[in-house]
């Protein structure tokens, strides 16, 4: 019979690379991660994300498995998408119309493509996001 325990250090040491405090590894980590396509819209591959909603063109949100500690987390978002042409991008939107753009168990995102003289909302099909922050 295997017994489980718990490994509990607050230090993480390296034979010749030195020392570092676990806080750095816990705080420093991403909590989740998505990879989506919101053209059809689905997830590619994913960390504590359990779900996509597509709201409407160019908008929707991405809901986390295990939530967040509070709504102060720190979300890095981009797309793949590139044109020679037009500048595409994934960012924090404000679709729940609150002045809340997140909550600690999702993230509104709105996705845009454009140039110097117009922007549009658009469905992108290679759209990245990290979170990092404390889970609840």
């Not at 498995?65 to 991008?89: D, E, H, K, P, Q």
Request: aromatic residues 10%; negative net charge; contains cysteine.
């Amino acid at each position: 019979i295997m017994a489980l325990g718990k490994i509990k250090a607050d230090t993480l040491e390296h034979s010749t690379a030195g020392s570092l405090d676990t806080q750095y590894v816990v705080k420093g980590s991403a909590k989740a991660y998505v990879l989506f396509d919101q053209v059809v819209p689905e997830i590619d591959n994913s960390f504590n994300t359990s779900s996509l909603t597509d709201s409407a063109e160019g908008n929707g949100d991405v809901n986390w498995t295990n939530a967040m500690s509070n709504a102060l987390y720190i979300t890095v978002a981009c797309t793949g998408y590139v044109s020679t042409a037009t500048a595409y991008n994934v960012s924090l939107s404000d679709d729940t119309g609150s002045g809340n753009p997140r909550t600690s168990s999702k993230f509104y995102f709105v996705s845009t493509y454009g140039n110097a003289s117009a922007t549009a909302f658009t469905d992108n099909p290679n759209n990245h996001l990290a979170v990092l922050g404390d889970l609840a």
